[in-house]
């Protein structure tokens, strides 16, 4: 028996659907690969201001991780943490100052959620945007930085400018002197791929398969 005009037509349009839908379920299950942060080449620094002394503070004790799609870095997502207590400051500050500039007694950790990269500049220059969280709030920051891969590694670094009084905090006094409640941010991140768990599977839904 020979397909009528009309099954003909359906098997056409059946055939066009699932050409368009190809790539689409191609993208939702494309491969990630997860990396863990290495502590020994990350660090977070801020540098702030009283009257006319710079104080620095900085702390190397950050965990995190993140997932990149199929080797793209503008796909990266994930997070990175560390601390109040384990700031250092130059002039050094008392762990009281820095629980309360910081927020510690609400949020003991400091956490930066990534959840875009813009693309590079003509000067190989991106934007790190995400999440920021202390003192129990969170608002958006933007990092101006760069984002490369070596070997199994990615690296990503970043300076931003950030209020402190977005965050309803306020900066200790330093020799009589109120620091500014606005402050430079700057972070190295080092990850390396996760051992035995090199790649992950996103299902259509969004869910993590590893």
């Not at 349009?13 to 050409?19: C, P, Y």
């Not at 190809?22 to 660090?43: K, M, N």
């Not at 620094?45 to 503070?57: N, S, Y």
């Not at 300076?159 to 006094?173: A, E, F, I, S, Y």
Request: net charge positive; hydrophobic share 35%; charged share 25%.
């Amino acid at each position: 028996m020979r397909p009528t005009r009309a099954c003909g037509t359906q098997l056409l349009a059946a055939t066009l659907l699932a050409l368009c839908a190809t790539p689409l379920a191609i993208q939702a299950g494309a491969a990630q690969t997860a990396y863990v942060l290495d502590q020994s080449s990350s660090r977070v620094t801020f540098k702030g201001r009283a009257f006319l002394r710079t104080i620095t503070g900085w702390s190397g004790d950050l965990e995190g991780r993140i997932l990149i799609r199929a080797g793209d870095l503008g796909s990266l997502r994930g997070d990175v943490r560390f601390p109040v207590a384990s700031l250092e400051t130059d002039p050094s500050m008392r762990p009281r100052e820095l629980a309360e500039v910081f927020g510690a007694d609400r949020s003991p950790e400091i956490i930066f959620d990534v959840d875009s990269v813009s693309q590079r500049n003509a000067i190989g220059e991106c934007l790190v945007h995400g999440l920021l969280t202390m003192n129990g709030v969170t608002r958006p920051v933007s990092f101006v930085g760069r984002t490369r891969t070596k070997g199994d590694r990615v690296i990503t670094e970043g300076t931003t400018r950030v209020d402190l009084r977005n965050w309803r905090t306020q900066p200790p006094r330093r020799l009589g002197m109120r620091m500014s409640p606005e402050i430079s941010l700057s972070f190295r991140a080092e990850f390396r791929r996760r051992p035995g768990h090199q790649t992950a599977f996103a299902r259509p839904d969004g869910e993590d398969t590893r």
